[in-house]
């Protein structure tokens, strides 16, 4: 066996066995590189299982040369891939980005163990997405909820700490819910593997146990995904968590989450249980049109730049949650592509921001009157990135948000409401965006404001463009992101599109 068939142990062995070493370190540009270089270690292993599975189909490894169900399994298939790019990636991309940031935040004394409980909140949730172990996942799930606790609540803004504290009990409740509902499936399958479970469930089939266990798994992972109206806990999460763990925890943290939800429903539920499809259905889309329209509307009344973001990925979650709950291929494809696609829009927005923040040292839209004209070039990239959000053609946001709209519209009777509310978030989303930009750029800076040019430096502003530039270079080439949702996709259906 080479190091190859290692791939997706090493996914997660990598950044967790890296942590006590990084928190055993003094100094805390020594802490931050290692954390960066395993980090980026991970994101090239996510790399390689990406083009594995690509050209060979799933990865599989069993944890101690044990078998499933009997052994630990892990695997790695299209949507699993998906989901490791998108954690490897936005981690990469915070701690590179935001090692300037971080130093006023984080002091220098505590620098080593922040590091470390990053990489542990990034092992956890790599974790989720390569085991094939029901069980695993909720213990992964506490790993990286607990690491993110940590981060989240380690800046210098002390509302960090009730905002954390309130993402903890919401997060507990998430967890304990789920955990009912895989303990309920345990006692009627006698078994955690994904795949084992949804092949038992056909003797089970429509009993209690199991029709509550579907309802348990589904609303603690709603939870956790930040679900209008189950968000309460995101907003004061992303706003007052040091601003480079925003970028991190923005791209991917709801994600992986919404990655457990479709697994179980779709490979698990789907299919075993009768009309499943049509509750799932029936629960999840008033939720999403909700947040969509709502989550929105909120946004366009924010006066601090990170929480309009933070509304606004509420509503972006929700296009998520309308595609997944049309249960169909084409629903499935535009909830897989606009998971992609809204992590590379909402990852460099939050990385302007923080850009922003590091010069003005606010995020209160007034304190930031005319910073487009002082920070031109990252002020380009926001907009930019704010046009992917919206869903502009030549963007990635407009791939998603086009396959959402054909999907949208193989629902008899409602396909073209469904289409008007999609089209009044975007329109709201100009709005939201727009109040930001116009004072950015026409606004006069506060009394004693700095009006001089004060652009972040070179290394900074290189990678803002190029996290810019993925989200026109997706939307002009998007085979990568298609061929992982085309193949999720089948994953979830069991291959019968």
């Known amino acids: 066996m080479n190091l190859a068939d290692h791939l997706p142990a090493l996914q997660v062995a990598v950044p967790l066995l890296t942590a006590p070493l990084v928190i055993l370190l003094r100094a805390g540009f020594l802490a931050w590189l290692t954390a960066l270089v395993a980090s980026l270690a991970s994101l090239g292993l996510a790399i390689l299982l990406t083009v594995a599975v690509l050209e060979t189909g799933t990865q ?8 499933p169900p009997y052994g630990i ?46 990489l542990i909140a990034m092992a956890g949730l790599c974790g989720i997405a390569v085991t094939g172990d029901a069980f695993n996942v909720f213990v992964f799930m506490e790993i990286s909820s607990l690491a993110t606790y940590i981060l989240i609540a380690a800046g210098r803004d002390r509302r960090a700490l009730s905002a954390v504290f309130k993402y903890l009990i919401i997060g ?6 789920y955990l009912i509902g895989v303990g309920f499936i345990y006692m009627m399958t006698g078994t955690l593997n994904f795949a084992d479970m949804a092949l038992r469930l056909d003797d089970v089939i429509e009993t209690r146990p199991v029709i509550i266990a579907a309802g348990f798994i589904t609303i ?39 990655y457990v939800l479709l697994r179980f429903n779709f490979t698990v539920f789907h299919g075993n249980l009768l009309g499943h499809s049509d509750l799932f259905s029936v629960f999840i889309i008033p939720l999403a049109l909700s947040g969509i329209l709502l989550a929105s509307a909120i946004a366009i009344y924010q006066g601090n730049v990170k929480k309009m ?51 003005s040292r606010s995020a209160i839209i007034t304190d930031l009157h005319g910073i487009g004209r002082r920070m031109p070039w990252t002020m380009a ?17 407009f791939i998603s948000k086009w396959y959402l709209i054909v999907a949208v519209m193989e629902v008899p009777g409602w396909g073209v409401p469904l289409v008007m509310a999609i089209i009044a978030s975007s329109l709201m989303a100009v709005v939201y965006l727009w109040k930001f930009i116009e004072a950015a750029y026409y606004g006069e800076p506060p009394p004693g404001g700095d009006t001089a040019a004060l652009e972040v430096t070179l290394p900074l502003r290189a990678l803002i463009w190029v996290a810019a530039l993925s989200n026109v270079y997706f939307g002009l080439f998007p085979q990568l992101p298609l061929a992982l949702a085309q193949s999720g996709t089948g994953t979830l259906l069991g291959g019968l599109n």
């Open 381 to 397: 990239a926001f907009v930019l990135a704010g046009l992917s959000l919206i869903g502009v053609p030549g963007t990635a946001g």
């Open 220 to 258: 603690g992972l709603a939870l956790k995904a930040a679900i209008f109206p189950l968000h309460i806990w995101l907003p004061r999460a992303y706003t007052y968590a040091p601003n480079a763990v925003t970028v991190f925890i923005a791209a991917c943290s709801t994600k992986v989450a919404i």
């Open 309 to 359: 973001l933070a509304f606004s990925s509420v509503a972006q979650i929700g296009y998520i949650a309308l595609a997944a709950g049309l249960a169909s291929q084409a629903g499935l494809m535009a909830a897989l592509l606009h998971m992609f696609n809204h992590a590379l829009a909402k990852g460099t927005l939050f990385l302007c921001v923080l850009a922003f923040i590091l010069t």
């Open 60 to 67: 599989e490894y069993y944890v101690g040369g044990w078998e």
């Open 73 to 118: 399994a892990l695997s790695v298939d299209g949507l699993s891939a998906l989901v490791l790019l998108l954690i490897t990636g936005a981690s990469s991309l915070a701690l590179a980005g935001g090692r300037q940031s971080l130093r006023l935040d984080i002091d220098n004394r505590r620098a080593p163990m922040f590091y470390g409980a990053w």
């Open 172 to 177: 507990t409740i998430g967890a304990t819910f």
